[in-house]
């Protein structure tokens, strides 16, 4: 998604690194007013795909819905240029599972051993790849388990 | 710690995380990263992890 100025006020865009991590950036840059935000639609329709022909604006709708149940994700971004502003944003706004995800991963981070780690962490200036491994590759000491240890993955 | 932020980044790529709001929420996890990411090439090749 390239890097422009979007319809709900922010500038915003996603890119992918040479390792393939994919990042979104964003800016707030201005307010959107309730007249502007129902023109967006008609705005953003432009920068879309167009759906095939259709006969009735349900066809689309129905089509839209296929895709939406096939794909099996909440966030499928197959908008048709006929959806009105709300589904778009239910698309690409945050729910309250999204919420409720972010506390849960505030919650872990606030156990004893994490906030050890977070401390370690925040003084940890490697000058060289050798003070990474260092820490990584020496199993026992502490450094060690906070780094590869106290992980919800166990990895690393 | 890093396998951590290392869960939520793939919560974000895999869809289960808005990534707004989660770049709105979780700076720690770029302040984590930015110390590590001179080093993780290197990282890869040394510990024959390409995949990391």
């Known amino acids: 998604m390239p890097l422009a100025n979007q319809f709900w006020g922010d500038r915003y865009g996603q890119i992918t690194d040479p390792f393939g991590h994919r990042w979104a950036l964003g800016q707030h840059v201005e307010d959107v007013t309730p007249k502007r935000w129902s023109a967006a639609p008609r705005k953003l329709s432009r920068t879309l795909p167009k759906p095939p022909n259709k006969s009735s604006v349900a066809e689309v709708d129905s089509d839209w819905q296929t895709i939406a149940s096939q794909s099996g994700s909440r966030r499928n971004h197959g908008f048709s240029n006929l959806d009105p502003i709300w589904r778009i944003h239910e698309q690409l706004a945050a729910n309250q599972q999204d919420a409720e995800l972010i506390l849960k991963l505030y919650d872990l981070r606030r156990e004893p051993v994490m906030r050890e780690a977070r401390n370690f962490v925040a003084t940890f200036s490697p000058a060289s790849i050798d003070d990474v491994l260092a820490v990584v590759s020496n199993f026992g000491v502490k450094e060690t388990h906070i780094c590869g240890k106290c992980t919800a993955t166990g990895r690393w | ?52």
Request: aromatic share 20%; proline share 4%.
């Open chain 2, 1 to 52: 710690m890093y396998g951590y932020w290392e869960m939520v980044a793939a919560l974000i790529v895999h869809g289960t995380l808005n990534a707004a709001l989660a770049y709105d929420t979780l700076q720690e996890m770029y302040f984590v990263y930015s110390i590590m990411q001179p080093y993780v090439e290197e990282f890869r090749q040394k510990a024959n992890a390409p995949e990391f």
